[in-house]
């Protein structure tokens, strides 16, 4: 498909077409590439208008701090050298000596002159990455040694381009081939990622036709099967193939002025014949040997799906027909399991038959798996969240992936886990402490709130009447925040850290906990679970405790009689890049 198409093609049926942030994802998409396809695939970059800062690494530059020298940056140049202590934009094709980062030991400063890329792409393969520079700390650590190795000018991480992801991610990593890319009119506008020559990129016409990779969970096709009741009145037959195209396009057109997408296929299928087994037929239509079939309680319905699938048999015995059109739904989809199961036995269950268990991302989420479950059920189910070892700092709405910080000198000091701002500046202590605390209000900005609350229970209060405790991008809301603080008061913001980690590995930190919860306690519990009332709070409890729970995730059987556009050479995969 050319690049619109496969856009529009991943986000009817995914998320977007591929973001990459690291040497990892280009390594995974690498190998998801049919093993004999050597050209080009689709990923999500395409020339924006907008030029931006950001570092080689990936990160954008909101930390704000930089060490332009004098009339620094100017003209178009868009990579940044380092001399004398400050920083200067050059053109690319320079060639010069270079630093890399060699994570968690000092800079190495490489004396062999080359273009930006190519000291990128050997830093990459020899170390970390160029450097990314926070604060002048490291700045003046950078400068010693180039002091000490006698060199000149020098590349660092520093680089403009405006190519934006298809699904308005930040991040800034790249990964382009040699002479790449390039400046000439007319080179293409849209980049795709080479099979071969390790993933490298190349910008082309976003006219070319080409295999392409999409992200995130796969939004199932919905088949709906309806009954008919047909009768002849003896001056014909149902068999007659004309007489049921007829009817087909019939029906397609009523459907069609009810709202059903014009791409969506309509056609007969025919019932297991008489003496043939279900799992003959399923086999005989390209089922795998291996594959296992079993039935699903009708009663008591062990599976309770969100969607609804309407299935019903034609009452046509002489034709034994049924007629079923396919539509796109919504993602993403739960499933309730109402078998009681531990966390673990709970976990491999969601994978084997669906992707995991529920991973939540928004109080949209959590309202959604307390409508899902059983109107009679009044316990706990589990959820994905399993306790892990290693903290994150994050903030409230879910956001993990965070690259500003503002804290005061000598934090954080390692208090606590929750933070709280005060004349701008952000200190880490217990969560426990009662204080005012500022909201999000959406598209109106922040409100501040002269309630004393513990931390936990500031959050609930923003959710129920605002949006959330805040979070913080850049310099600019910060100053925004500041700007409504009480003088003399520490007061909480969003940010905060947990070890709590996602089955599924999602680095989302959405959390929805109950009052008390989690609590620090020995043997309080390492497995999450959601209660059906209280609003759908969340308790840790013994990872042995059996109950219900919930699965996300497409059903993983094998989904017969429906088309899969372009799907031979390169099939599009859910590989589930984090989002």
């Known amino acids: 498909m050319s690049w619109p198409e496969a856009q529009s093609y991943c986000r009817e049926r995914f998320t977007d077409l591929a973001t990459v942030e690291s040497e990892d994802d280009v390594n995974r998409l690498v190998n998801i590439a049919d093993a004999r396809y050597s050209g080009s695939v689709w990923i999500g970059l395409k020339r924006g208008a907008q030029k931006r800062w950001a570092w080689s690494n990936g990160e954008d530059t909101t930390s704000q701090y930089y060490n332009w020298g004098p009339s620094q940056p100017n003209g178009d140049e868009d990579c940044v050298t380092y001399n004398s202590g400050a920083w200067h934009n050059v053109r690319c094709d320079h060639l010069l000596d270079f630093a890399c980062d060699n994570e968690n030991t000092e800079y190495i400063i490489v004396q062999s002159s080359k273009t930006w890329t190519d000291a990128q792409s050997y830093c990459r393969q020899h170390y970390t990455d160029l450097p990314t ?30 190519w934006e992801w298809s699904d308005k991610s930040s991040l800034f990593f790249r990964h382009w081939a040699t002479g790449q890319p390039s400046q ?230 390692w208090d606590g886990d929750c933070v709280v701002t005060h004349s701008g500046v952000w200190h880490d202590t217990l969560c426990d402490y009662k204080r005012y605390f500022v909201c999000y209000v959406e598209n109106s900005g922040y409100i501040m709130v002269q309630s004393a609350k513990i931390w936990s229970d500031a959050q609930s209060y923003c959710r129920q009447n605002y949006r959330d405790l805040p979070t913080i991008h850049n310099s600019v809301e910060n100053n925004q925040i500041k700007q409504i603080l009480l003088s003399g008061y520490y007061i909480w913001i969003g940010l905060f850290q947990d070890s709590w980690e996602w089955s599924d590995k999602s680095s989302r930190l959405f959390r929805h906990w109950a009052k008390g919860q989690p609590s620090q306690s020995s043997g309080s519990g390492d497995c999450v679970g959601m209660t059906k009332n209280n609003s759908g709070k969340w308790a840790q409890h013994s990872c042995d405790l059996r109950q219900p729970f919930v699965c996300h995730g497409g059903c993983l059987l094998k989904q017969l009689d429906v088309a899969q556009p372009y799907s031979e050479k390169f099939p599009t995969a859910s590989t589930g890049f984090e989002q």
Request: glycine share 6%; aromatic share 10%.
């Open 184 to 413: 000439s009119s007319g080179s293409g506008d849209c980049v795709g990622m080479s099979s071969t020559d390790s993933g490298k990129w190349v910008h082309e016409s976003c006219d070319l036709q080409q295999p392409f990779i999409c992200h995130g969970d796969e939004k199932l096709l919905r088949n709906q099967i309806v009954r008919l009741k047909l009768s002849c009145n003896g001056k014909c037959t149902l068999n007659d193939p004309s007489l049921q195209t007829d009817v087909l396009n019939e029906i397609s057109e009523k459907l069609k002025s009810m709202g059903l997408k014009d791409e969506s296929k309509i056609s007969w299928r025919k019932s297991v014949s008489s003496g043939e087994t279900i799992s003959e037929k399923l086999k005989s239509m390209g089922l795998e040997s291996e594959s296992k079939i079993s039935w699903i309680k009708k009663e008591g319905e062990e599976v309770f799906h969100e969607e609804n699938n309407f299935m019903a048999n034609s009452n046509n015995a002489s034709n034994n027909q049924r007629l079923f059109w396919s539509s796109s739904a919504v993602s993403r989809q739960y499933h309730y399991v109402n078998t009681v199961m531990s966390w673990s036995e709970a976990q491999s269950y969601c994978r084997e038959r669906f992707t995991d268990l529920a991973t939540v991302d928004s109080m949209d989420d959590v309202n959604r798996l307390v409508n899902l479950a059983d109107a009679g059920y009044s316990g706990s189910v589990w959820i994905g969240l399993k306790r892990g070892t290693q903290k994150r700092w994050g903030w409230s709405a879910g956001e993990s992936k965070t690259q500003y910080f503002n804290w005061a000198s000598g934090q954080p000091d």
């Open 133 to 162: 520079i926070h604060n002048s700390e490291e700045n003046n650590q950078i400068t010693k040694q180039i002091i000490m190795s006698d060199a000149w000018y020098v590349w660092i991480g520093l680089f403009r381009d405006s």
